[in-house]
């Protein structure tokens, strides 16, 4: 069934079909409606699920939390500010191996108050040891949350669905929602090895010394890197069952290209259409779109953009004393590998500031006259 939808709602339905058995909720602009609909959903009987309405985003998690620790598949969404108050959990999610998928919407951090979008709330949680998956449509939000639940239980570790404030979660598009039956047979029911329960019980996060404490730190990190052939597997399983693939990037035009711009959500949506243009004019340029940042798809990368003469990163966030975090990342995928490709960084974008086609003729301008990055960042759009 074809159906119109925002961003938002997108979420919801990807919970509902996922069968979310809890769900946490805390409002905030603009993932309110997220939780909305979910609450909908509960209410008249769609989804069969427990909604738990908490006092604060802090407390969404938490209950999360405990409702994966006795086995229930677990949802939630937040954002920006929300995001934040969390932060402490999130470390408490990974780090007791809780498999809750949440939707993050990107909204700038205030000060000064915003409720449009760049990535700085996410990005910030980067460390957490979250997956994190980033979008570019409606279908590959509703189509993420459920392929994320799939990874997320294999290897017991939590996963962050993202999509940008209002270009995504507010925008309606036509989003093919798949059967249910068929998304229960991808998707089984998830059963934890072990839970809390009374009936076989167990202690869970507690006072770890040294002599543990690292060893279950190797752990998880070992289980992330397990988790691009995962991403990659399900993707594949995914797209035989419905057509569509998710995997950890999108290429886009790059096989041939001399100049290639890597981007993320949105942002990536809109370089293609200044590709398609730029490529009728004989400018050969591709887009690499990275779908997953967390665990970071080096070797995809490194693959992708090896034969290209001159690299831009376009970032929509800033790690404040440094670079755009995109631009970090790739420069040490690439650190030992191809050393002397130009990798140029730019930032655009900052609290849902525009990126249109325009904004990447500028960049390509820029690229295009230099044989190296002379600056630490390029800010494309400031007002100055």
């Given at each position: 069934?074809?159906?119109?939808?925002?961003?938002?709602?997108?979420?919801s339905?990807?919970?509902m079909?996922?069968r979310?058995?809890?769900?946490?909720?805390?409002?905030?602009t603009?993932?309110?409606?997220?939780?909305?609909l979910?609450?909908?959903?509960?209410?008249?009987?769609?989804?069969?699920?427990?909604f738990?309405?908490?006092?604060?985003?802090?407390?969404?998690?938490?209950?999360?939390?405990?409702?994966?620790?006795?086995?229930?598949?677990?949802?939630?969404?937040?954002?920006?500010?929300?995001?934040?108050?969390?932060?402490?959990?999130?470390h408490?999610?990974?780090?007791?191996?809780?498999?809750?998928?949440?939707?993050?919407?990107?909204?700038?951090m205030?000060?000064?108050w915003?409720?449009?979008?760049?990535?700085?709330d996410?990005?910030?949680?980067?460390?957490?040891?979250?997956?994190?998956?980033y979008?570019?449509?409606?279908?590959?939000?509703?189509?993420?949350?459920?392929?994320?639940?799939k990874v997320?239980?294999?290897?017991?570790?939590?996963?962050m669905?993202?999509?940008?404030?209002?270009?995504?979660?507010?925008?309606?598009?036509?989003?093919?929602?798949?059967?249910?039956?068929?998304?229960?047979?991808?998707?089984?029911?998830?059963?934890?090895?072990?839970?809390?329960?009374?009936?076989?019980?167990?202690?869970?996060?507690?006072?770890?010394?040294?002599?543990h404490?690292?060893?279950?730190?190797?752990?998880?990190?070992?289980?992330?890197?397990?988790?691009?052939?995962?991403?990659e597997?399900?993707?594949?399983?995914?797209e035989k069952?419905?057509g569509r693939?998710?995997?950890?990037?999108?290429?886009?035009?790059?096989?041939?290209a001399?100049?290639?711009?890597i981007?993320?959500?949105?942002?990536?949506?809109?370089?293609?259409?200044?590709?398609?243009?730029?490529?009728?004019?004989?400018?050969?340029?591709?887009?690499l779109?990275?779908?997953?940042?967390?665990?970071?798809?080096?070797?995809?990368?490194?693959?992708?953009i090896?034969?290209?003469?001159?690299?831009?990163?376009?970032?929509?966030?800033?790690?404040?004393?440094?670079?755009?975090?995109?631009?970090?990342?790739?420069k040490?995928?690439?650190?030992?590998?191809?050393?002397?490709?130009?990798?140029?960084?730019?930032?655009?974008?900052?609290?849902?500031?525009d990126?249109?086609p325009?904004?990447?003729?500028?960049?390509?301008?820029?690229?295009?006259?230099?044989?190296?990055?002379?600056?630490?960042?390029?800010?494309?759009?400031?007002?100055?």
């Amino acid at each position: 069934m074809k159906k119109v939808m925002m961003g938002n709602h997108a979420l919801s339905f990807g919970g509902m079909l996922g069968r979310a058995q809890v769900i946490a909720a805390y409002p905030i602009t603009p993932q309110t409606q997220v939780v909305e609909l979910l609450s909908e959903m509960c209410a008249d009987k769609t989804l069969d699920a427990t909604f738990i309405k908490v006092e604060s985003e802090h407390s969404a998690m938490a209950a999360s939390i405990g409702a994966s620790l006795a086995g229930a598949r677990t949802f939630t969404a937040t954002s920006a500010q929300g995001l934040a108050l969390m932060h402490e959990l999130l470390h408490w999610a990974s780090g007791g191996r809780n498999p809750v998928v949440m939707g993050n919407i990107n909204r700038a951090m205030a000060p000064g108050w915003s409720i449009w979008s760049d990535q700085n709330d996410s990005l910030s949680q980067r460390d957490t040891g979250w997956i994190q998956f980033y979008c570019s449509n409606n279908q590959e939000v509703l189509d993420t949350v459920i392929q994320a639940f799939k990874v997320s239980e294999k290897l017991m570790i939590p996963s962050m669905v993202i999509l940008d404030a209002f270009t995504l979660s507010h925008t309606y598009e036509v989003v093919d929602l798949p059967d249910q039956k068929k998304v229960d047979e991808f998707l089984p029911p998830f059963r934890p090895e072990i839970k809390l329960t009374p009936d076989d019980p167990h202690a869970f996060g507690g006072l770890t010394s040294p002599e543990h404490y690292f060893e279950l730190r190797y752990k998880l990190q070992k289980d992330m890197e397990k988790a691009p052939a995962l991403i990659e597997k399900t993707g594949k399983e995914y797209e035989k069952m419905f057509g569509r693939y998710l995997g950890q990037v999108e290429e886009y035009r790059c096989d041939d290209a001399d100049f290639i711009f890597i981007t993320s959500g949105t942002v990536g949506s809109t370089a293609r259409v200044a590709i398609d243009e730029l490529r009728e004019e004989g400018v050969k340029v591709g887009n690499l779109r990275i779908k997953v940042f967390r665990p970071f798809p080096f070797e995809k990368v490194r693959n992708i953009i090896k034969k290209a003469k001159k690299v831009a990163v376009v970032d929509r966030n800033i790690s404040y004393g440094h670079h755009g975090i995109f631009y970090q990342e790739v420069k040490s995928a690439m650190f030992g590998h191809h050393n002397s490709l130009p990798i140029f960084g730019f930032i655009a974008g900052l609290g849902g500031r525009d990126v249109t086609p325009s904004t990447f003729r500028e960049i390509l301008g820029h690229v295009q006259k230099k044989d190296k990055s002379e600056e630490e960042i390029i800010w494309i759009g400031v007002k100055k």
